[in-house]
């Protein structure tokens, strides 16, 4: 090849690899519940060291209505299957069955919460605050923590009903409902383990 043929070659830069639209959303929200992981990895590894310095106070079985934490439990399982009951019907295109599923879970949701509420105000009824011992430190931070998730949750949800209603099943709103059934899955999985080891290991 020629001196002059070499000069005039033109190189042509390759070309980006293409990504299918929402690409970016679902990895940052993954990348987001990697975070959320470690923070709770962090308040279990601190309940299991702390958890059972009582300071001469009541342990879980003085405090622990294992009866109220199950009815808690199954409106917050409840809660998951109607959210797959609103994916269900937001994959079919129905937007009026989509919002009534959404809000049928956002009432489980603040159901969930609300026995919550009523469990932390009556212990602090009977003393039990997060000042008077190691334990109720962990373990109001722990189950506080979750409840504050299902708070901006439910918050998050009612926003997503309001757009859904105002434009439809689009796909941007459809990325969004998936992302959040994610969230919402992912709070059922760390309420499993904090029912399991905090409430059933703490009494039995």
């Known amino acids: 090849m020629s001196a002059t043929h070499a000069a005039n070659r033109v190189y042509h830069l390759p070309e980006e690899p293409h990504h299918p639209e929402g690409h970016s959303t679902y990895l940052g ?3 987001y519940l990697m975070s959320d992981c470690l ?3 962090i308040l279990f590894a601190t309940y299991a060291v702390v958890g059972g310095n009582y300071a001469a106070g009541p342990s879980p079985k003085d405090l622990f209505d294992l009866e109220l934490v ?4 199954a409106m917050l399982l409840l809660s998951s299957i109607t959210y797959g009951f609103a994916m269900l019907e937001m994959v079919r295109g129905r ?3 989509t ?3 959404l809000g049928v879970t956002g009432l489980f949701g603040l159901a969930f919460l609300c026995i919550e509420i009523y469990e932390f105000a009556h212990l602090i009824h009977l003393g ?3 000042q008077r011992s190691a334990f109720l430190s962990a373990f109001f931070t722990l189950v506080g923590t979750h409840g504050l998730h299902v708070m901006f949750g439910i918050i998050w949800l009612v926003t997503l009903m309001v757009q859904v209603g105002m434009h439809g099943l689009t796909a941007a709103n459809q990325r969004r409902l998936m992302c959040l059934s994610l969230f919402w899955h992912f709070l059922d999985i760390i309420w499993i383990g904090v029912f399991t080891f905090v409430y ?3 009494v039995l």
């Open 99 to 101: 919002l009534g599923w």
């Open 39 to 41: 923070i709770f990895a």
């Open 95 to 97: 937007k009026k069955a």
């Open 128 to 130: 039990a605050t997060p």
């Open 29 to 31: 929200f993954w990348l």
């Open 70 to 73: 199950a009815l808690n439990t």
């Open 200 to 202: 059933l290991m703490g």
